[in-house]
């Protein structure tokens, strides 16, 4: 119910930030990043909340002892959605750890990379990730189906899902590249940038009070090239903005990791397995974190985005 609940109010949230920077204009490529997060990370909630209904339905026949149940078997729209809702997840990974680059550069040497990016080739990037990750989806979906087969549970026939052998071999190629390496990389990648964001932060806001309290520029200490010195009002918004995304994405997908990691390392962690118990444990748990992740981003723009927020309370 949790679930449901923060993964529908977060699909409202992205839908709202979609409609504001639309409204705003698309200036530049990281505007563009920004919003293609936005509508991974809906497009992830959307499936979530729908996986979270069908594993509620799946345990009221459950708990029932199928004295309720239903024409389609829950596990049919779990597997469908849960797999759907991977595949924009390692979108809203890839489009992180890009914007999160790029900004980090930004950060480091304003002159050099502050336009590194145009409109155009973000769509190029963002085009590619979302691409590659919506084929490895559908190798995933083209193995399974729905038939009407006779369930012993209910004694009677009703849709149940059905999965190709050949799926497995996939699954397990997907598996490693999608949810072992990508996390991990990403994880790796983000990790530094938010350290590095945060040390320039740092000398940022230790550079301004000195700057004011010395107004005839006596303070030689910064040359003309630090990246400090640069990172001032909106731009110091920008920096704050994007390094509270990141840091929030990098706690956030470490349970994904761990999870990940732990398939790997116990063969028998999966559902039905010898650890089912606590495979379905951990599996709530990084679907509700990863749930939070994908929808908090409108409370940071509300908070650190002034024109966003400005939009927000005068249209809403």
Same mark, same amino acid.
């Given at each position: 119910?949790?679930?449901?609940?923060?993964?529908?109010?977060?699909?409202?949230?992205?839908?709202?930030?979609?409609?504001?920077?639309?409204?705003? #204009?698309?200036?530049?490529?990281?505007?563009?990043?920004?919003?293609?997060?936005?509508?991974?990370?809906?497009?992830?909630?959307?499936?979530?909340?729908?996986?979270?209904?069908?594993?509620?339905?799946? #345990?009221?026949?459950?708990?029932?002892?199928?004295?309720?149940?239903?024409?389609?078997?829950?596990?049919?729209?779990?597997?469908?959605?849960?797999?759907?809702?991977?595949?924009?997840?390692?979108?809203?990974?890839?489009?992180?750890?890009?914007?999160?680059?790029?900004?980090?550069?930004?950060?480091?040497?304003?002159?050099?990379?502050?336009?590194?990016?145009?409109?155009?080739?973000?769509?190029?990037?963002?085009?590619?990730?979302?691409?590659?990750?919506?084929?490895?989806?559908?190798? !995933?979906?083209?193995?399974? #189906?729905?038939?009407?087969?006779?369930?012993?549970?209910?004694?009677?026939?009703?849709?149940?899902?059905?999965?190709?052998?050949?799926?497995?071999?996939?699954?397990?190629?997907?598996?490693?590249? &999608?949810?072992?390496?990508?996390?991990?990389?990403?994880?790796?990648?983000?990790?530094?940038?938010?350290?590095?964001?945060?040390?320039?932060?740092?000398?940022?806001?230790?550079?301004?009070?000195?700057?004011?309290?010395?107004?005839?520029?006596?303070?030689?200490?910064?040359?003309?090239?630090?990246?400090?010195?640069?990172?001032?009002?909106?731009?110091?918004?920008?920096?704050?903005?994007?390094?509270?995304?990141?840091?929030?994405?990098?706690?956030?997908?470490?349970?994904?990791?761990?999870?990940? !990691?732990?398939?790997?390392?116990?063969?028998?962690?999966?559902?039905? #397995?010898?650890?089912?118990?606590?495979?379905?444990? !951990?599996?709530?748990?990084?679907?509700?974190?990863?749930?939070?992740?994908?929808?908090?981003?409108?409370?940071?723009? !509300?908070?650190?985005?002034? &024109?966003?927020?400005?939009?927000?309370?005068?249209?809403?």
């Amino acid at each position: 119910i949790v679930i449901a609940l923060i993964t529908f109010f977060g699909a409202i949230g992205n839908v709202i930030i979609i409609e504001i920077f639309l409204r705003l #204009g698309i200036s530049d490529g990281v505007n563009m990043s920004l919003v293609s997060l936005a509508v991974s990370d809906l497009f992830y909630l959307i499936p979530a909340c729908i996986n979270s209904v069908s594993v509620m339905l799946q #345990g009221v026949e459950e708990l029932s002892s199928f004295k309720v149940w239903f024409p389609v078997d829950p596990d049919v729209v779990h597997v469908i959605s849960i797999n759907t809702g991977a595949g924009f997840y390692a979108i809203s990974m890839l489009v992180t750890t890009f914007i999160t680059v790029v900004r980090c550069l930004a950060v480091v040497d304003p002159l050099k990379y502050r336009n590194l990016l145009s409109r155009t080739t973000t769509a190029i990037i963002i085009s590619s990730f979302s691409i590659v990750s919506i084929l490895f989806t559908i190798l !995933l979906l083209v193995y399974v #189906g729905v038939s009407s087969e006779f369930d012993s549970n209910i004694n009677t026939t009703r849709l149940v899902l059905w999965t190709s052998p050949k799926r497995a071999l996939i699954k397990d190629i997907i598996f490693g590249i &999608r949810d072992v390496f990508l996390p991990l990389t990403s994880q790796a990648i983000v990790g530094m940038c938010v350290i590095i964001m945060a040390i320039y932060l740092q000398k940022a806001s230790t550079f301004r009070p000195n700057l004011l309290s010395d107004p005839q520029g006596k303070i030689k200490t910064l040359n003309k090239g630090s990246a400090p010195a640069k990172l001032v009002g909106k731009e110091l918004q920008v920096v704050r903005q994007m390094l509270l995304i990141a840091s929030v994405y990098s706690l956030c997908n470490m349970p994904k990791v761990v999870f990940n !990691l732990t398939q790997l390392v116990l063969p028998e962690f999966y559902r039905g #397995g010898r650890y089912s118990s606590m495979y379905s444990t !951990l599996n709530i748990i990084r679907e509700l974190i990863q749930s939070v992740n994908a929808s908090v981003t409108f409370f940071i723009y !509300l908070k650190y985005n002034s &024109r966003f927020r400005n939009h927000f309370v005068l249209h809403h």
